[in-house]
């Protein structure tokens, strides 16, 4: 099983421009959401959606957007870069209903802007 | 603003010692909490989980303890490894399915 899978794992931006970080899960989750991890702060939600259609903000939503037109993808989109996005996003995803309210992670995909 | 939090940031065991991790939450109508790992590189892993109702939950080497009283969290490893090395969360579910995560305890294992 693939999972929950995000590409690119590895970015490199400069300041302004703007980028895509994909996600797709294959177990058929209604919930989606993206974190950042920065050293010292955890992780941090900054969009999620439950379910195809609908999306919500998190902890930390500005300078992203995303979109839910399937429920197997959930991308995120930096619209203007800036170096304080430099970050380890994660996307994640669950069932919505108990007993199945674990998340699960992809690989992560490490983001340097300059 | 509520928020979940760890006693400890690092801790080193000996091989073969047991473990145990601390988590502090604050958000008293929280009802399901998580032990997450993550090793370098990697993305978190789900350990265990425990509901409000619940106390006590055991897994395979695993254990999380929850005192709703003082809002706390454990997570002990018995007889604990290499491969446990890692940087261990815990989360905290607030609205709908969303979750908040502490800043992490790195835990090392000395051979």
């Known amino acids: 099983n693939a999972g929950v899978t995000q590409t690119p794992k590895f970015q490199v931006l400069k300041t302004g421009q703007s980028m895509t970080l994909q996600c797709a899960q294959d177990?058929?989750?209604?919930?989606m959401s993206w974190y950042r991890q920065d050293p010292g702060m955890g992780l941090r939600l900054i969009h999620y959606?439950?379910?195809?259609?609908?999306?919500d903000q998190g902890e930390v939503p500005n300078g992203y957007n995303v979109s839910r037109s399937t429920t197997e993808d959930f991308p995120l989109r930096l619209l203007s870069a800036a170096p304080s996005q430099t970050s380890v996003y994660f996307c994640?995803?669950?069932?919505?209903?108990?007993?199945?309210?674990?998340?699960?992670f992809g690989e992560g995909s490490w983001l340097t802007v300059v | 603003g509520e928020s979940v939090g760890l006693h400890l940031p690092t801790l080193s065991v000996q091989e073969g010692d047991n473990s145990i991790i601390n988590c502090a939450y604050s958000?008293?109508?929280?009802?399901?909490f998580i032990w997450y790992k993550q090793e370098s590189g990697k993305g978190p892993q789900f350990i265990i989980d425990?509901?409000?109702?619940?106390d006590k939950r055991q897994g395979q080497r695993v254990t999380v303890l929850l005192n709703k009283t003082v809002k706390h969290l454990s997570l002990q490893i018995a007889a604990t490894q290499p491969g446990d090395s890692a940087v261990y969360f815990c989360?905290?579910?607030?609205?709908?399915?969303?979750?908040?995560f502490g800043t992490g305890t790195s835990l090392t294992v000395i051979p």
């Open positions: 425990i509901r409000s109702n619940m």
């Open positions: 994640a995803s669950s069932y919505s209903t108990p007993p199945g309210n674990t998340i699960y």
């Open positions: 958000n008293s109508a929280s009802d399901y």
């Open positions: 177990m058929n989750h209604e919930y």
């Open positions: 959606s439950v379910g195809a259609g609908i999306t």
């Open positions: 989360a905290e579910k607030k609205w709908g399915n969303q979750f908040y």
